[in-house]
T-cell receptor, first 114, second 116 residues
């Protein structure tokens, strides 16, 4: 079984709809991250959480919100989706005890907003 | 402002030859650097890393070189194999603090194609 899972893997939604992307991990890591990947722009950090009570904005947090329901779960919400949020979204984890730099990624969610 | 840049969007190499992927950074607080590899329909996977106290780190066919004065790092793959064909991302982090502490900043990625 995969250590970091993301659901759904693919999603098509309409402008204005609320959508939630979910991430779960079995690695026991304390840190979790949400990124989006766009062609030519690499991976950009949306939100990150160093533990359940610590949530921080990344470089492109506008239009997004997150919830850390438990150490193993970190969800990303688009309150009112817009077409320029069409992208590939990745969740990642890291472990403070292991130096936290190496991040482990889920398989990604391809989101299309029409 | 792109703090980590990979200026070559793509690289094509013959099997058995050396692949050299380059990465430049601007933030002098960065002191730890990583390379990730990404296949289609999969998440990025960690490949190799280097601390700023070193100038070279080797792991099998993969070697990362760091030139701190030039704020430049490179990934060498020798010999290149068709299975190495993927997107390669460099990433940087700051251990000493500042706004980059505990986070990774990624470059745009380079698509490597290794021809048989």
């Amino acid at each position: 079984d995969a250590d970091v899972t993301q659901t759904p893997r693919n999603r098509i939604t309409k402008t204005g709809k609320r959508i939630m992307l979910e991430c779960s991990q079995t690695k026991g890591h304390d840190r979790m991250y949400w990124y989006r990947q766009d062609p030519g722009l690499g991976l950009r950090l949306i939100y990150y959480s160093f533990d359940v009570k610590d949530i921080n904005k990344g470089e492109i947090s506008d239009g997004y919100s997150v919830s850390r329901q438990a150490q193993a779960k970190f969800s990303l919400s688009l309150e009112s989706a817009i077409p320029n949020q069409t992208a590939l979204y990745f969740c990642a984890t890291s472990d403070t005890r292991q130096g936290h730099y190496e991040q482990y990624f889920g398989p990604g969610t391809r989101l299309t907003v029409t | 402002d792109q703090q980590v840049k990979q200026n070559s969007p793509s690289l094509s190499v013959q099997e058995g030859r050396i692949s050299i992927l380059n990465c430049d950074y601007t933030n002098s607080m960065f002191d730890y650097f990583l390379w990730y590899k990404k296949y289609p329909a999969e998440g990025p996977t960690f490949l190799i890393s280097i601390s700023s106290i070193k100038d070279k780190n080797e792991d099998g066919r993969f070697t990362v070189f760091l030139n701190k004065s030039a704020k430049h790092l490179s990934l060498h793959i020798v010999p290149s194999q068709p299975g190495d064909s993927a997107v390669y991302f460099c990433a940087a982090s700051a251990r000493a603090g500042g706004t980059s502490y505990g986070k990774l900043t990624f470059g745009q990625g380079t698509i490597l194609t290794v021809h048989p």
